[in-house]
């Protein structure tokens, strides 16, 4: 029998938990026994102490994440077409107190490998020359839940959440003025635990985040996560409530964060049709494939969004690499880009319309006057 076969799985899985914990992965190598490396596998980091209370709530058989589960499952949306959060992989990923760790939400050390250290500290570098709202300072790092930080002599403690964080909040705001749209309300697709609702509304007091997600893992994890933060203008929309919720509000941008390129097709247009629905002019999405945005389906073939886009009238007006210094995305060893596509109005032929000239300004937002209060969800939470 294989060494690695000795334990059951349930025991065996157990044991790597609690590693991971550490940072550390347990694999075989051959002819060499027991090594550990934290650069390949889901770890967080424990040396910050859950708040009172966080282990016992946050359970995999917490009644409100069964009742959320029970309702996603019931709700047979389009949005719930996964091909990559699926159970197994979630079982395999998260650990629910430890939710910020590297695992499927944000990877913090598996992107980067044994560099990553030193690589944070040339990203931090990087955002202090164009950090003119002081983001770095303002919004800060306290390494809950198990996210990795990283702390250089001189400098604020930051992580991969606030640093990518405040990266996409100012691509925002040079082509949207974001942080002067205090009445905007925003709707995150994808939002997971809510890493970008947190500092979007800390970075822009007055703005309305309202997050959005087809797992219902990560809406558990999202309502408590805005709840411990004490987020007031961030909102959790279950999945079966999204479209009521949506009719509430004047939606002025919505964001997509490394998800639809890790779901369907048929995921894909239940969003896109949700946004045309509710007549949403903008959209923001990092994808994971540099610029090119491609679905993932359950036979891991991948199909373009792009047309997608085009046949419900949304046109790429932006498109940058999310490092502006051009030497940034070799030394991270990262090419994501930032992408926005607005609905503009349709030629007289019905035709799309073309993308405006490149560094032209955006639409003017709607009247705010038309954005209606945030409504109180129908569920509680246990």
Same mark, same amino acid.
């Given at each position: #029998?294989?060494?690695?076969?000795? /334990?059951?799985?349930?025991?065996? @899985?157990?044991?790597?938990? $609690? &590693?991971? !914990?550490? +940072?550390?992965?347990?694999?075989?190598?051959?002819?060499?026994?027991?090594?550990?490396?934290?650069?390949?596998?889901?770890?967080f980091d424990v040396s910050t102490e859950l708040p009172e209370g966080a282990g016992d709530y946050?359970?995999?058989?917490?009644?409100?994440?069964?009742?959320?589960?029970?309702?996603?499952?019931?709700?047979?949306?389009?949005?719930?077409?996964?091909?990559?959060?699926?159970?197994?992989?979630?079982?395999?990923?998260?650990?629910?107190?430890?939710?910020?760790?590297?695992?499927?939400?944000?990877?913090?050390?598996?992107?980067?490998?044994?560099?990553?250290? #030193?690589?944070?500290?040339?990203? /931090?570098?990087?955002?202090?020359? @164009?950090?003119?709202?002081? $983001? &770095?300072? !303002?919004? +800060?790092?306290?390494?809950?839940?198990?996210?990795?930080?990283?702390?250089?002599?001189?400098?604020?403690?930051?992580?991969?959440?606030?640093?990518?964080?405040?990266?996409?909040?100012?691509?925002?705001?040079?082509?949207?003025?974001?942080?002067?749209?205090?009445?905007?309300?925003?709707?995150?697709?994808?939002?997971?635990?809510?890493?970008?609702?947190?500092?979007?509304?800390?970075?822009?007091?007055?703005?309305?985040?309202?997050?959005?997600?087809?797992?219902?893992?990560?809406?558990?994890?999202?309502?408590?996560?805005?709840?411990?933060?004490?987020?007031?203008?961030?909102?959790?929309?279950?999945?079966?409530?999204?479209?009521?919720?949506?009719?509430?509000?004047?939606?002025? &941008?919505?964001?997509?964060?490394?998800?639809?390129?890790?779901?369907?097709?048929?995921?894909?247009?239940?969003?896109?049709?949700?946004?045309?629905?509710?007549?949403?002019?903008?959209?923001?999405?990092?994808?994971?494939d540099g610029d090119r945005l491609l679905t993932r389906e359950p036979d891991r073939t991948r199909?373009?969004?792009?047309?997608?886009?085009?046949?419900?009238?949304?046109?790429?007006?932006?498109?940058?690499?999310?490092?502006?210094?051009?030497?940034?995305?070799?030394?991270?060893?990262?090419?994501?880009?930032?992408?926005?596509?607005?609905?503009?109005?349709?030629?007289?032929?019905?035709?799309?319309?073309?993308?405006?000239?490149?560094?032209?300004?955006?639409?003017?937002?709607?009247?705010?006057?038309?954005?209606?209060?945030?409504?109180?969800?129908?569920?509680?939470?246990?």
């Amino acid at each position: #029998m294989r060494p690695h076969r000795l /334990l059951p799985g349930p025991l065996r @899985r157990r044991v790597r938990r $609690l &590693l991971a !914990r550490s +940072g550390y992965e347990v694999k075989r190598v051959r002819g060499a026994g027991v090594v550990v490396d934290q650069y390949r596998r889901p770890s967080f980091d424990v040396s910050t102490e859950l708040p009172e209370g966080a282990g016992d709530y946050l359970r995999p058989d917490n009644p409100r994440l069964a009742e959320l589960r029970k309702r996603y499952a019931a709700a047979d949306s389009p949005m719930s077409a996964h091909s990559v959060w699926t159970g197994d992989y979630l079982r395999d990923e998260l650990d629910l107190p430890w939710f910020r760790g590297d695992n499927s939400y944000v990877y913090q050390f598996r992107n980067l490998g044994s560099d990553a250290r #030193m690589k944070y500290y040339v990203y /931090l570098r990087d955002l202090a020359t @164009r950090d003119p709202a002081d $983001l &770095l300072q !303002r919004l +800060g790092e306290d390494g809950r839940f198990g996210c990795w930080t990283f702390h250089y002599e001189g400098w604020p403690r930051v992580s991969r959440d606030l640093l990518d964080s405040i990266n996409e909040l100012y691509f925002l705001d040079r082509r949207l003025q974001l942080l002067s749209h205090r009445d905007w309300t925003v709707l995150d697709i994808g939002a997971g635990y809510g890493r970008l609702a947190h500092r979007a509304t800390s970075a822009v007091p007055g703005i309305v985040w309202l997050c959005a997600d087809a797992v219902p893992e990560s809406s558990f994890l999202c309502e408590y996560y805005l709840r411990h933060r004490g987020v007031t203008g961030a909102h959790m929309l279950p999945l079966d409530e999204i479209d009521a919720r949506l009719s509430e509000h004047r939606i002025d &941008l919505a964001v997509n964060v490394h998800s639809f390129s890790e779901t369907t097709e048929q995921s894909v247009r239940g969003w896109l049709d949700l946004l045309v629905k509710h007549h949403v002019p903008r959209l923001f999405v990092v994808p994971n494939d540099g610029d090119r945005l491609l679905t993932r389906e359950p036979d891991r073939t991948r199909r373009p969004i792009d047309p997608l886009l085009a046949e419900r009238g949304y046109t790429r007006t932006a498109c940058e690499p999310i490092f502006l210094d051009r030497s940034m995305p070799r030394i991270m060893g990262m090419d994501d880009h930032f992408l926005l596509y607005e609905r503009l109005p349709r030629e007289p032929d019905g035709s799309a319309p073309s993308a405006p000239p490149a560094g032209s300004a955006p639409p003017a937002p709607p009247d705010p006057s038309r954005r209606a209060p945030p409504a109180a969800s129908s569920s509680t939470s246990s």
